[in-house]
Each structure stands twice: as structure tokens, then as C-alpha cells.
């Protein structure tokens, strides 16, 4: 391939880049939009799942509590049997045994107010949280739903020339030097769908900036690759394109 060939080939790619960028950019921000609306979603489904593995843990340590206390409940019984039962014979085993019913029904009393008291507070405020996050949840998705709906009727209105577009792109650059290409995707990450400018009447078209008449003579020649001294993008003589 000449390399005036090679030139026009960039210039086709870019021609192409040029409108599925123009396409793309009918999408407006909604793109944008909904990748910060999912990002806000995420953050409160990361927050209302710490709050419930948070609620769980205080409903599962009260509920151990309960097993506790059951157990505590059943030494006292069994304690209060043996008391009334007559079967404890000196005074010292009598008081041992009295004495454990009293801790037990102490730490019974403990147990419960602590479950109570302490629990209260942060499960009202758990729950007090996880209603508002619920409420801005609704908003976010609702938010959401729009911007995807409005994104996906456009994707359908140029969903088809996208395609097309995308293969013409993909036949294309089967044809172009993979250093020529990554040369071209260098300029286009910068400027996209607009790496190529044509030059006229001495003039660069992707900025406005007159070109020296002897460069303008060797961008004709094309016996190399060009770039526009003020914006960067590759140079092609409009008499390669019409040629
Ligand atoms: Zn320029």
C-alpha cells in the first residue's frame, strides 16, 4: 500500500469515527447520569445491608440472651426444688444454694434491662435509617428508570446505523498497518472523530491555521505522514481525497 493510500484509509476511519461520534454524542449526558445514579444506588444498598447485618447481630445477641436466661430460669427452679424438698442438710449448702438463686435472678434482671435499654435506642435508629434510605432508594431508582428508558429509545432509533457503522469500522481497519492505526487512536483518544483534518488552499480544516507553502507541497506529495503543527490532527491534501 502507498503511503498516500495509507492516508486515505485514516481519513475513512476518521470519517466513519466522526459520525458514530456524532451519535453518541446524541446521547447527550444521560450516559453519564445513569452511571452516577447507579453509583448513588450502590451506595445506599451498601449502607441498608450494613444496617440490616447490624439489626440481625443485636436481634441475634438478644435472642441469645434469652437462651441465657432460660438457663438461668431452670437453675433457679431446680435450685428452689431442691431447697423445698428438704433433701439440704446443713446450713452452709442451704445458703450456697439460695445465693445462686439470688445471682441468677439477678443477672436475669441485667440481662433484660441491658437488651432493653441499650438495644432500643440503635434498633429505632437503624430502622429510622433504613426508611429514609428506602425513601431515597425509590428516588434514585425512579430517576434511574427514566434515564435508561430514554437511553434505550435512542439506542433503538440509531441503534441500526451504530451497527452498520461498527462494521464498516471493523472491515477498515482490517486494511490499515497496525502502527498507522495506533499512530491514528493516539490522536483520536484526544480528539475523536476528528484525528484527520484536510488541508485547503494551504489552510489546516480541523483548525483554521495557515500552513507554510512548501510544507503544503510535501502534504500533497504525501511520501509521509503529516501532522498539523497547532492542533496535531494527521494531515491530508484535499487533491488525495478527490483524487
Ligand atoms: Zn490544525
Known amino acids: 500500500m502507498s503511503m498516500k493510500e495509507r492516508i486515505l484509509q485514516l481519513y475513512k476511519l476518521n470519517r466513519i469515527d466522526r459520525e458514530l461520534h456524532e451519535l453518541i454524542s446524541l446521547r447527550g449526558d444521560i450516559p453519564a447520569k445513569i452511571e452516577d445514579l447507579s453509583s448513588e444506588k450502590n451506595q445506599h444498598d451498601e449502607r441498608a445491608n450494613a444496617l440490616r447485618a447490624e439489626l440481625d447481630a443485636i436481634v441475634s445477641a438478644e435472642s441469645n440472651v434469652q437462651t441465657e436466661n432460660d438457663h438461668l430460669l431452670e437453675k433457679i427452679e431446680k435450685n428452689d426444688e431442691m431447697l423445698r424438698s428438704g433433701a439440704v442438710k446443713s446450713n452452709k449448702e442451704y445458703d450456697a444454694l439460695a445465693k445462686e438463686i439470688e445471682d441468677a435472678t439477678n443477672k ?9 435499654e441499650d438495644n432500643s435506642a440503635r434498633k429505632a435508629a437503624i430502622e429510622n435509617e433504613l426508611v429514609l434510605i428506602a425513601g431515597q432508594l425509590e428516588e434514585v431508582n425512579v430517576e434511574l428508570d427514566q434515564n435508561l428508558k430514554e437511553l434505550e429509545e435512542l439506542t433503538k432509533q440509531t441503534g441500526e446505523e451504530e451497527t452498520d457503522l461498527n462494521a464498516q469500522r471493523e472491515e477498515i481497519i482490517k486494511s490499515i498497518d497496525p502502527e498507522d492505526l495506533a499512530y491514528y487512536e493516539r490522536i483520536s483518544s484526544v480528539k475523536y472523530g476528528e484525528a484527520v483534518a484536510v488541508v485547503r488552499k494551504g489552510s489546516c ?12 507541497i510535501e502534504i500533497r506529495t504525501a511520501d509521509k505522514f503529516y501532522s498539523c503543527e497547532s492542533c496535531g490532527r494527521i494531515l491530508i491534501a484535499e487533491e488525495i ?3
Open 205 to 216: 480544516l480541523g483548525c483554521y491555521s495557515s500552513i507554510p507553502p512548501q510544507k503544503a
Open 108 to 116: 436475669i434482671k441485667d440481662n433484660e434491662k441491658a437488651a432493653k
Open 241 to 243: 481525497i478527490t483524487a
